[in-house]
């Protein structure tokens, strides 16, 4: 009953810019934390940023400084503004959220959208 759909991923030469989109739908009763995670081939799933419902920002030390993560909660939506994009930033990146449905919180994940940085 509840979906977020991402957009924005795709190829981009390093020293690029993408902004990323995530967007939830369904029977929402509220949102608390949105945030992005990647995966590379061969890794873990790591957190690249995480912001809470009252504008709290934190980001994972390999991003700190390049990324910004920001929501616009009337449309249920975050972003992920990613600058300065180096080789090592090509993973899936996945969209997560915190959302309550029936008075029951639980996690919600994207489909995934990749991006790829060319060297």
């Known amino acids: 009953q509840v979906q977020l759909v991402e957009s924005g991923g795709g190829l981009v030469q390093a020293g690029g810019s993408l902004r990323l989109s995530c967007a939830a739908s369904?029977?929402?009763?509220?949102?608390?934390?949105m945030g992005w995670y990647r995966q590379a081939p061969g890794n873990e799933r790591e957190l690249v940023a995480l912001?809470?419902?009252?504008?709290?920002?934190m980001y994972g030390d390999s991003v700190k400084g390049r990324f910004t993560i920001f929501r616009d909660n009337a449309k249920n939506t975050v972003y992920l503004q990613m600058n300065s994009l180096k080789p090592e930033d090509t993973a899936v990146y996945y969209c997560?959220?915190?959302?309550?449905?029936?008075?029951?919180?639980?996690?919600?994940w994207g489909q995934g959208t990749q991006v790829t940085v060319s060297s």
């Open positions: 912001i809470t419902s009252g504008g709290t920002a």
């Open positions: 997560n959220a915190q959302i309550t449905v029936l008075m029951v919180p639980r996690d919600y």
């Open positions: 369904g029977s929402i009763f509220s949102i608390n934390a």
